[in-house]
């Protein structure tokens, strides 16, 4: 099928449909922001000093929850196309939707829990952005704040594992299977 053909059927058949604009924005922005907490993140548990990043992975985080929660409301008011395997029910469409749901609870949990352990370790108030700053919601008991962010570091080496499935699945529906999957994300 030459390029012009595959336009075509582009153009003509619903599957090849791509993402709301609304959804790939949201989606690239968050990947952007996902990439820098996680690295961040994996930096500051490693005991590595990381001077501003500190606020800014926290911040970072806090938006990503709220960034969550709009593309949700974007889901729902702009479904996703219709993928070429439509219908093709087994394990990997199963797979596709236990990561999808794990990767949004997981980013929802995430950063209030490293909020939670932040204000228990004693932080009273963490630096948001525009000068603005998160209520505190845990009153100081390092001990706690310690164990939480022990579990909050764990919890994000498995948010960043889901991330490396969510990209390596798609770079095989690109790449391998050859269903223009990330094209699909990038154009409408």
Do not use: C
């Amino acid at each position: 099928m030459s390029v012009a053909d595959n336009q075509t059927t582009d153009a003509v058949n619903p599957t090849m449909r791509g993402y709301s604009l609304q959804m790939r924005t949201i989606h690239w922005i968050m990947a952007g922001m996902m990439l820098y907490v996680i690295v961040v993140g994996i930096l500051m548990g490693n005991g590595f000093k990381v001077g501003k990043h500190y606020d800014y992975h926290r911040a970072t985080g806090f938006l990503l929850m709220l960034m969550v929660v709009v593309r949700i409301i974007i889901a729902k008011m702009s479904p996703p196309p219709v993928p070429k395997h439509v219908g093709k029910k087994g394990l990997q469409q199963t797979a596709s939707i236990t990561v999808h749901r794990l990767l949004y609870a997981a980013l929802l949990i995430q950063p209030f829990l490293g909020w939670y352990a932040t204000n228990a370790w004693g932080v009273k108030k963490i630096p948001f952005f525009f000068g603005m700053s998160l209520p505190r919601i845990a009153e100081k008991n390092r001990e706690l704040g310690n164990m939480l962010l022990e579990v909050h570091y764990w919890l994000g080496l498995v948010v960043a594992a889901l991330v490396f499935i969510h990209i390596a699945a798609a770079l095989t529906h690109q790449f391998i299977w050859k269903d223009n999957l990330i094209k699909r994300m990038i154009k409408t």
